[in-house]
């Protein structure tokens, strides 16, 4: 595909600079120590060991430049949905702050609808629309197919 602003061939598509450029990190490392000190109480020792997990992404700048769309997350629905459920399990909760809780169940079920109506149905045409995005490596541009 020849870029439309300077018709260079030196183009690529958002997914391939994305995937290219994207890099999953998962790493584990162990340790082991011992140690031997002579001070005022006496000769006192030590033994330790640590095991650490290292997880992650490392992208790059155009990477994450043309990265795709993202879904809508229902965390912020679910934590609110739990906190009305718990205002209403709780006897002690006095009946006022059962109305906070009340909105507090109303607002993530409201929040949870609208995500699932962004997730099914305009987050598709937005990644079919990046599907189709180009960039050229020589003057910038990005397009559309």
């Not at 997350?73 to 006095?94: C, K, T």
């Not at 305009?122 to 990046?130: L, R």
Request: hydrophobic share 35%.
């Amino acid at each position: 595909m020849n870029c439309p602003k300077c018709n260079s061939e030196n183009t690529q598509k958002f997914s391939v600079i994305y995937e290219s450029g994207t890099s999953k990190i998962n790493l584990q490392s162990q340790s082991f120590g011992a140690g031997l000190l002579d001070g005022l109480l006496g000769n006192q020792g030590g033994v330790g060991a640590a095991h650490t997990d290292t997880k992650g992404v490392s992208q790059t700048v155009s990477a994450n430049q043309t990265s795709p769309p993202l879904k809508k997350s229902n965390i912020l629905a679910y934590l609110l949905i739990g906190a009305g459920i718990v205002s209403f399990i709780i006897d002690r909760i006095p009946i006022q702050e059962r109305f906070i809780g009340l909105a507090s169940l109303g607002g993530g079920g409201y929040l949870f609808y609208l995500n699932d109506i962004y997730n099914k149905k305009q987050w598709p045409e937005f990644y079919n629309a990046w599907m189709k995005m180009w960039k050229c490596n020589k003057c910038g541009n990005t397009f559309s197919e």
